[in-house]
């Protein structure tokens, strides 16, 4: 079955389906493809930046306007393993909300503006004609089916689909797993709260109906051997840090929402294109300390949707398109990854304990840190 389109997004997530939502609303025929099913939990810290508010403000989504509503935080709280404490205030509010949640509203935007959703679907393929067209091939269920675009999109993550060349970008050799569960019992205030343990960082932040997020990100090799479930993973981790396992005890796992990621490899740089443009943790994967990854999905797909879109309509040609969406994706996220990766090497080094001393000595150090990871206003948002 041969199936034609304007444009066809890979991943039906923040980044994708944002993108789908966007070059829709432009009058292209857009179809959105995941191998999963919707809504579902999702390994995420469902933090949601100052900036990323004002991005899903931007696309119509306001979060406190909707039936369920996201918690709402003020600061960042750090705890290390010894027991020392960093507090840093946000420029703005962030809020809580669960990608069930977030994925769910996203979706029904992008059914709205005339996206076609096709979840629970497998690409096996993607090809790019001469024609300056693409074939995407793709399995669901029992049935074949192919789509023939103009542009593609890959927002598939970590993790590419069969047939997508490798770009040669490296990432980071240290392998990583993800974690996330949500916790009934664990009263947080307006404030994330990020532990430091053997090999990695536990995450505590309020989401909806007053249950809160546990997302860990933990270096493979200091887990083997504790368990394969996420309880297990989260308890090894919490052995590191007394006053996480102390959070931990206070509540109860809730059932169906244990999810986990690996392998996971931090980027060196961005990847913006292959063969494709690419968007969210395609193109980038921060140090999830950072607590910017959900910005840098729907940021990436706000630069990528308006140069697609200019190509789409016949305003540049194909390598025009690559050609901007390369060039103004790397300005925008190097510098961030490269303050990021810096961040992420100070919470791992071996004279952290004395951080809380020093933030107490220079107040400005915790505020810097938090603003040293975000992204810039941009101009896109204000069009």
């Not at 990323?52 to 003020?74: H, I």
């Not at 675009?149 to 050799?173: F, L, M, Q």
């Not at 989401?207 to 090799?221: I, P």
């Not at 490269?338 to 304990?353: E, G, I, P, S």
Request: charged share 20%; proline share 5%.
């Amino acid at each position: 079955m041969l199936k034609l389109a304007d444009a066809v997004v890979i991943g039906a997530g923040i980044a994708g389906s944002s993108t789908a939502l966007q070059l829709a609303r432009q009058g292209f025929l857009t179809v959105l493809i995941d191998r999963q099913g919707f809504p579902r939990h999702k390994t995420c810290g469902e933090f949601m930046s100052p900036e990323t508010k004002e991005m899903l403000e931007y696309l119509g989504v306001d979060l406190l306007s909707q039936e369920v509503t996201p918690s709402r935080m003020n600061k960042a709280r750090i705890i290390m393993p010894h027991g020392g404490e960093i507090e840093a205030p946000f420029p703005g509010e962030a809020l809580g909300i669960s990608r069930y949640e977030l994925d769910r509203l996203l979706h029904q935007k992008a059914v709205a503006a005339g996206v076609e959703i096709v979840t629970q679907t497998t690409v096996t393929g993607i090809h790019k004609l001469d024609s300056n067209q693409y074939e995407v091939e793709a399995k669901q269920g029992d049935q074949q089916i192919r789509y023939r675009a103009r542009a593609v999109i890959g927002a598939y993550g970590t993790k590419k689909p069969r047939g997508v060349k490798v770009s040669g970008v490296n990432r980071e050799d240290t392998v990583y797993v993800g974690v996330k569960s949500h916790y009934s019992g664990i009263a947080v205030p307006s404030q994330v709260e990020l532990y430091f343990c053997d090999g990695g960082y536990v995450g505590v932040s309020p989401v909806e109906k007053g249950l809160a997020n546990v997302a860990a990100l933990l270096a493979l090799n200091t887990i083997r051997g504790s368990g394969k479930s996420v309880a297990d993973i989260l308890s090894k981790a919490s052995r590191t840090n007394a006053k996480l396992a102390a959070r931990l005890n206070e509540g109860t796992p809730v059932p169906g929402t244990q999810v986990s990621v690996a392998p996971v490899h931090l980027s060196d740089v961005p990847e913006p294109w292959s063969e494709f443009p690419h968007v969210g943790d395609a193109m980038l994967m921060i140090p999830p300390l950072c607590g910017d990854g959900m910005s840098i999905a729907l940021r990436s797909s706000l630069l990528c949707a308006d140069s697609t879109g200019k190509y789409l309509k016949g305003e540049a040609s194909f390598a025009e398109w690559q050609s901007e969406y390369s060039k103004n994706a790397e300005c925008e996220f190097t510098q961030l990854l490269r303050r990021a990766r810096r961040v992420q090497k100070l919470a791992f080094a071996k004279t952290n304990r004395l951080y809380p001393g020093i933030a107490r000595i220079f107040p400005g150090l915790a505020s810097y840190l938090v603003k040293a990871t975000r992204l810039s206003e941009t101009d896109i948002l204000h069009k």
